[in-house]
């Protein structure tokens, strides 16, 4: 019965997965037509180095959000990436085993995302 139910589960995720994938996919494909008029007008590379974003006026640069973008998510590894590593450390080698025990399920390796 167990096996009966995990497979059935991750036919489930399965699908759940495909589905977030195709509708990522149409996501994508609405905002490629909305943009398509915009990339005729101004052109790709104007929009992709410029600076200064005012749609009123054909000011169409994405060049400082992509860069913002870039920031966070380089200070935000900056941050997170020691944090992580500190915790793995912590529970591997310090941590008594009751809190070991407690935390530990929680924190999910890569290799057990295919178990």
């Not at 600076?51 to 590894?77: E, H, Y």
Request: hydrophobic content about 60%.
């Amino acid at each position: 019965m167990r096996k009966i139910v995990d497979a059935g589960v991750r036919y489930i995720l399965f699908l759940s997965a495909l589905a977030s994938v195709f509708i990522v996919f149409l996501i994508l494909l609405f905002t490629l037509r909305e943009a398509l008029p915009a990339f005729r007008e101004i052109g790709l590379v104007p929009i992709l180095t410029g600076t200064v974003w005012r749609p009123q006026q054909d000011q169409l640069g994405i060049l400082s959000m992509v860069a913002g973008s870039i920031l966070v998510t380089l200070g935000s590894a900056l941050l997170g990436v020691p944090l992580a590593m500190g915790g793995a450390v912590f529970l591997a080698e310090v941590a008594p085993p009751v809190v070991r025990e407690v935390v530990r399920p929680a924190v999910l390796c890569p290799g057990q995302l295919w178990l």
